[in-house]
């Protein structure tokens, strides 16, 4: 088959030697050992590319904020009523304007596939939805953005809300989540939820059981209504930082639950950081549950950014590789297959629980490649690797050089 491009030179993860990859047509063709075609050639140098990084939990609508806020606790109730009273400001205009702001820094971070959780209520309307369905059709050359459509601040307790949420299904979104733990009646809105789900053939991806409590949860319903309906595999939770809180026997039996459920599971290291544990003085619990223990139970887990700019996390440059780093530095994970395992929660990891059937580089899918500056998946996350370069399905989307250091003439002698 006539090639359009090949890639040489490419250290790929779990496999030893480096190879090169032919494309047309924009997907990928061939991986071998050595390709010769009458094709353009990208020499990638020996370093380390994946598929691009999938980011499942980011809010673009509610980034970039913090000059329209004043946080003054650093607590999850403040920061939810302060983007409260910002977003009935919001415009279309503003809020394209921001999430492009911050969809750009992802995919210069390397980032080919993203699920945003989007509010719709009676206070925002279909105002975030509608402009971040237009960045999605204009960014779609360089990243595949799921809209996952919620309620933030409960559902049945906000009349309105979800005749808003059938509205917005109406129009096509890519999941619906929940956040129970803002309603009256949370077991009430897990129902609805997944009912809703069901109606539109929806994935299902709640906030979830973020607090420090570990003696309640309402885990264990969305478990129930998983089984109930059938959705297993079709759902994912969120922050869940509960569990970071629980003895290791019965974080365990849980993570069989959700194993035995087919419920997937987010953490969020920079956010629940920087919210839990605002009531110690001292001895200040971490608030990040353990997603590689989870993982070695059979649940799938990713890591993810959460929030940009704003009451929820006031930094964040959109970086995935960061955020794996941080995630190992909370988790005490150093040795070679533990940063491994890093950069799965981030890259195949989360591509099984967005259900992403040609995510990964392999014969047959799309030419999404990103290349780090690292030659092993390990040395990636413990140095942070800066992402080089990025295609997606073979067009090349952004660049950057690598770092150079400049000597002196006379020092170099």
């Given at each position: 088959?006539?090639?359009?491009?090949?890639f040489?030179?490419?250290?790929l993860v779990?496999?030893?030697?480096?190879c090169?990859?032919?494309?047309?047509?924009?997907?990928?063709v061939?991986i071998?050992?050595?390709?010769?075609?009458?094709?353009?050639?990208?020499d990638?140098?020996?370093?380390?590319?994946?598929?691009?990084?999938?980011?499942t939990?980011i809010?673009?609508?509610?980034?970039?904020?913090?000059?329209?806020?004043?946080?003054?606790?650093?607590?999850?109730?403040?920061?939810?009523?302060q983007?409260?009273?910002?977003?009935?400001?919001?415009?279309?205009?503003?809020?394209?304007?921001?999430?492009?702001r911050t969809?750009?820094?992802?995919?210069l971070?390397?980032?080919?596939?993203?699920?945003?959780?989007?509010?719709?209520?009676?206070?925002?309307?279909?105002?975030?939805?509608?402009?971040i369905?237009?960045?999605?059709?204009?960014?779609?050359?360089?990243?595949d953005?799921?809209?996952?459509?919620?309620?933030?601040?409960?559902?049945?307790?906000?009349?309105?809300?979800?005749?808003?949420?059938?509205?917005?299904?109406e129009?096509?979104?890519?999941?619906?989540?929940g956040c129970?733990?803002?309603?009256?009646?949370?077991?009430?809105?897990?129902v609805?939820?997944?009912?809703i789900?069901?109606?539109?053939?929806?994935?299902?991806?709640?906030?979830?059981?973020?607090?420090?409590?570990?003696?309640?949860?309402?885990?264990?319903?969305?478990?129930r209504?998983?089984?109930?309906?059938?959705?297993g595999?079709?759902?994912?939770?969120?922050?869940?930082?509960?569990?970071?809180?629980?003895?290791?026997?019965?974080?365990?039996?849980v993570?069989r639950?959700l194993?035995?459920?087919?419920?997937?599971?987010?953490?969020?290291?920079?956010t629940d950081?920087?919210?839990?544990?605002?009531?110690?003085?001292?001895?200040?619990p971490?608030?990040v549950?353990?997603?590689?223990?989870l993982?070695?139970?059979?649940?799938?887990?990713?890591?993810?950014?959460?929030?940009?700019?704003?009451?929820?996390?006031?930094?964040?440059?959109?970086?995935?590789m960061?955020?794996?780093?941080?995630?190992?530095?909370?988790?005490?994970?150093?040795?070679?297959?533990?940063?491994?395992?890093?950069?799965?929660?981030?890259?195949?990891?989360?591509?099984r629980?967005m259900?992403l059937?040609?995510?990964?580089i392999?014969v047959?899918?799309?030419?999404?490649?990103?290349v780090?500056?690292?030659?092993?998946?390990?040395?990636?996350?413990?140095?942070?690797?800066?992402?080089l370069?990025?295609?997606?399905?073979?067009?090349?989307?952004f660049?950057?050089?690598?770092?150079?250091?400049?000597?002196?003439?006379?020092a170099?002698?």
């Amino acid at each position: 088959m006539p090639l359009d491009l090949v890639f040489k030179n490419v250290r790929l993860v779990g496999r030893e030697a480096p190879c090169d990859i032919g494309v047309a047509d924009g997907r990928i063709v061939a991986i071998e050992p050595s390709i010769a075609a009458d094709a353009l050639v990208e020499d990638i140098g020996g370093r380390l590319a994946v598929a691009g990084f999938v980011e499942t939990h980011i809010h673009l609508d509610k980034s970039c904020i913090l000059d329209r806020c004043r946080s003054e606790h650093g607590t999850l109730a403040e920061a939810i009523a302060q983007v409260a009273a910002a977003k009935k400001n919001f415009t279309e205009e503003d809020v394209y304007a921001r999430a492009k702001r911050t969809l750009e820094k992802a995919i210069l971070q390397g980032t080919t596939r993203m699920r945003t959780h989007v509010e719709v209520d009676p206070r925002i309307g279909l105002t975030s939805f509608r402009a971040i369905r237009r960045l999605k059709r204009d960014y779609a050359f360089a990243i595949d953005l799921d809209l996952c459509v919620f309620p933030q601040e409960g559902l049945l307790n906000d009349p309105g809300a979800e005749d808003l949420l059938i509205q917005c299904c109406e129009d096509e979104p890519d999941t619906i989540g929940g956040c129970p733990y803002t309603d009256t009646d949370p077991h009430g809105q897990i129902v609805r939820i997944f009912e809703i789900a069901r109606r539109y053939d929806l994935d299902v991806d709640f906030h979830l059981d973020f607090d420090l409590d570990p003696t309640w949860t309402h885990l264990d319903e969305v478990c129930r209504q998983t089984d109930r309906f059938g959705w297993g595999g079709r759902v994912a939770i969120g922050h869940v930082t509960k569990l970071s809180a629980m003895p290791e026997v019965a974080r365990a039996a849980v993570g069989r639950r959700l194993a035995d459920a087919g419920v997937a599971l987010t953490v969020l290291p920079a956010t629940d950081l920087f919210l839990m544990g605002r009531g110690h003085d001292h001895d200040v619990p971490r608030g990040v549950t353990p997603a590689h223990r989870l993982a070695e139970q059979g649940v799938t887990c990713s890591i993810a950014t959460n929030n940009v700019l704003n009451p929820f996390t006031p930094f964040g440059d959109c970086s995935m590789m960061r955020i794996a780093n941080l995630y190992a530095n909370v988790a005490q994970l150093g040795r070679a297959a533990e940063l491994e395992t890093c950069l799965d929660l981030i890259t195949a990891a989360p591509a099984r629980l967005m259900n992403l059937p040609d995510y990964g580089i392999a014969v047959g899918n799309p030419a999404d490649l990103v290349v780090l500056d690292a030659h092993d998946p390990a040395g990636a996350i413990a140095e942070i690797a800066v992402p080089l370069a990025g295609w997606k399905r073979g067009r090349r989307t952004f660049s950057r050089a690598p770092a150079v250091l400049h000597r002196d003439d006379v020092a170099a002698e």
